[in-house]
């Protein structure tokens, strides 16, 4: 069955450390999607990145980069110098093809406290 | 290009009132989801339409809730005889109908409590 795992519940730093948010999932699918949202107090879901499975290419974006690796079945997403305005929670979530419907299951987040 | 709007984005009920709430996707999306979000946790998948089909529904969706989509524009969710356990947030999404991109795009939720 499909599902996605954020063990980390909450994780503080003080500014200016590097922290990892680790995402582990599960499927049966060959083809699927990863995802990473932000959300922020005001609750909105911000969209982050997008991952298909045939892609295992790290990416950085800034302060951002994740790391995709199919053999241990994780995405975890790494932020490098932290700020307070990246306090939030954070969701990884998983899409598979053969659902037709590309819905999410998302894991249940990691609150992030970023301390200045 | 203004984003998924919900409204209202607060909603106060009594047990056993009807309520309904409105989705209005990024125009032109034709794939439309709602999902429910309690505290502490993930949201959860409740129903999907693509234009004013609805395609699936979760089992989560209960005979007392029922959402529409007329036209393929804005969508509705509708909760009858709602129930402490319904108080959620409850969320909006919106994605294109292309193959090169399946990210959805939410609103701001409506957020429901039931007294």
């Known amino acids: 069955a499909q599902k996605v795992t954020q063990a980390q519940t909450e994780i503080s730093v003080v500014e200016k450390e590097d922290v990892t948010l680790d995402c582990v999932y599960e499927?049966?699918?060959?083809?699927?999607?990863l995802f990473w949202y932000k959300q922020p107090p005001s609750g909105e879901l911000v969209f982050l990145i997008r991952?298909?499975?045939?892609?295992?290419q790290n990416e950085i974006s800034g302060r951002y980069s994740w790391n995709f690796q199919k053999s241990t079945s994780s995405f975890n997403f790494t932020i490098t110098a932290s700020q307070v305005v990246d306090s939030a929670v954070y969701f990884c979530?998983?899409?598979?093809?053969?659902?037709?419907?590309?819905?999410?299951?998302f894991g249940t987040g990691t609150r992030l406290k970023v301390l200045a | 290009d203004t984003g998924v709007s919900q409204d209202p984005r607060h909603k106060i009920t009594k047990r056993g009132q009807n309520v309904t709430f409105r989705c209005d996707p990024i125009?032109?999306?034709?794939?439309l989801y709602w999902y429910r979000q309690t505290l502490g946790q993930g949201p959860e998948f409740l129903t999907y339409?693509?234009?004013?089909?609805?395609?699936?529904k979760s089992r989560l969706l209960s005979d007392r809730f029922s959402a529409e989509r007329p036209k393929g524009s804005f969508s509705t969710l509708e909760i009858q005889r709602t129930e402490q356990g319904d108080s959620a947030m409850y969320l909006c999404?919106?994605?294109?109908?292309?193959?090169?991109?399946?990210?959805?795009?939410f609103g701001p939720g409506t957020r429901l409590t039931v007294t």
């Open positions: 499927t049966r699918d060959t083809t699927y999607y």
């Open positions: 991952r298909n499975s045939f892609d295992e």
């Open positions: 999404a919106s994605s294109p109908d292309r193959t090169s991109s399946y990210e959805q795009y």
């Open positions: 125009s032109e999306h034709n794939r």
């Open positions: 339409f693509q234009n004013e089909a609805q395609l699936e």
């Open positions: 979530a998983l899409s598979e093809v053969t659902s037709g419907t590309y819905k999410y299951i």
